[in-house]
């Protein structure tokens, strides 16, 4: 999910735009799609909703430094009868964050429209907004993905090398949200890539290593009736293995719809179905900014397994403007238990429902 972070372009929309959007016939996700690499790496730009989504916890210069550098894009509904390339029929945002742990966490945000100041590949995954970027490299010996950025808090360019194949969650990369069918996405993962490259911060330069998780998801529409948001955790495990885990939300705390995939280090994945996967809050953090509630520790039951996420610094959220003000908790956490591992855990809807 998000993602997230997994967090979703369409819900900086107004009110006036998601009337707009109601006219416009989006493509819906259905199952057996058959998800075509590297195009699908790319943009969906009539779907309604995009993201590039990517964490990280780093191991040098400073051990468990996160990272986190996400890409939206929105087709809101509006201009689509504008012939000029110059409309605002896709937008893109972009939000960067480093965790230093025993420091705190900073961010830094950019919007742009396609074609004024940001750009999308439909072939590859390849979209940027000025230059801040996220793109495939296939030229040399092998695959690679680069991040890059630039802002006056810290920068990076990092090099992101695959060691396991793709992870299509779900049902071949048909990922459902809800119990209704019309609650879905394409998803897909690539956990444990090996992260090399430099990291700028405090005006000096150090070289890093550590690990990275990258998903891609693109959709219509996700959040059903009752749900004001939603948990995820993307977990990079110490044997090598990998664990998503989500849950959409309602206003109560209640869980409305669960799901998990675990790949083991020989390369089985189990899929796990909504009676198998509880979330439980164990301890809450209060922002001082929005005062939204955080469960940053939670015990997640997988299967016949559970695990207990513990943040490496309580205050580990978002405050976003660019295009409309955004608030979610987005943070490194290390998971211990019946798994164990580092990634980020998302929460999203603390701070008020999102607006869908």
């Given at each position: 999910?998000r993602?997230?972070t997994f967090?979703?372009?369409?819900l900086?929309?107004?009110t006036p ?5 109601a006219s416009?016939?989006y493509p819906?996700v259905?199952?057996g799609?058959?998800l075509?690499?590297?195009?699908d790496?790319g943009?969906?730009p009539a ?8 964490t990280?916890a780093l191991d ?6 996160g ?7 929105s087709r809101p509904?509006t201009?689509e009868?504008l012939?000029?390339p110059?409309?605002a029929?896709q937008?893109l ?10 420091d705190?966490l900073r961010h830094?945000e950019r919007?742009?429209?396609?074609n ?5 590949s439909?072939?590859d995954?390849?979209?940027?907004i ?6 495939r490299?296939?030229?040399g010996?092998?695959e690679l993905?680069?991040?890059q950025?630039?802002s ?17 969650q779900?049902d071949?990369?048909?990922?459902r949200k809800?119990h209704?069918a019309?609650l879905?996405?394409?998803y897909v993962?690539?956990p ?5 490259g430099?990291?700028?911060h405090?005006g ?24 004001v948001?939603w948990?995820?955790?993307g ?10 885990a989500?849950?959409m939300?309602?206003?109560e705390g209640?869980t409305?719809?669960a799901h998990a995939a675990?790949?083991?280090n020989a ?12 979330f439980?809050p164990l301890?809450?953090?209060?922002s001082?900014?929005s005062?939204?509630l955080?469960?940053?520790e ?6 016949d ?5 513990r943040p ?5 959220e ?9 608030v979610?908790w987005e943070?490194l956490?290390?998971?211990e238990g019946?798994f164990?591992g580092r990634?980020?855990?998302?929460m999203?809807g603390y701070?008020g429902?999102?607006?869908?």
């Open positions: 999910m993602r997230r967090l979703l372009a369409s900086l929309l107004s735009v998601r009337a707009a959007a416009v016939a819906p259905r199952p799609a058959g075509v690499f590297p195009r790496h943009a969906h779907f309604r909703n995009e993201w590039w989504y990517v990280g040098t210069p400073i051990a468990d430094t990272f986190q550098l996400t890409f939206f894009r509904g201009a009868d012939r000029s110059l409309a029929s937008i945002f972009a939000h960067a964050a480093l965790t230093i742990p025993g705190r830094a919007a742009a429209r396609a004024l100041g940001a750009s999308f439909s072939a995954c390849d979209v940027s000025g230059a801040w970027r996220i793109f490299q296939a030229d010996p092998g993905l680069r991040l950025m630039q006056p808090q810290f920068s990076y360019d990092f090099t992101l090398t695959p060691s396991q194949p793709l992870l299509l779900g071949g990369g048909y990922s809800g209704s019309q879905a996405s394409y993962s690539w444990q890539l090996v992260v090399s430099s990291l700028l405090d000096h330069r150090h070289p890093v290593g550590g690990r990275a998780w990258f998903d891609h998801e693109w959709s219509t529409a996700l959040l059903g009736d009752g749900a948001g948990d995820w955790l977990i990079n495990l110490a044997d090598g293995g990998a664990l998503m989500f849950r939300r309602d206003a209640r409305l719809f675990w790949r083991d390369g089985h994945l189990r899929q796990f179905d909504p009676a198998s996967v509880e439980a301890r809450h953090w209060t001082p900014r005062g939204a955080y469960p940053v939670i015990e997640v039951r997988i299967g397994r559970s695990l207990r996420t490496l610094l309580d205050d580990q978002l405050v976003t403007s660019q295009p409309l003000s955004v979610y943070g956490v290390r998971v019946g164990r990634g980020y855990l998302e999203t701070a429902k999102l607006q869908w």
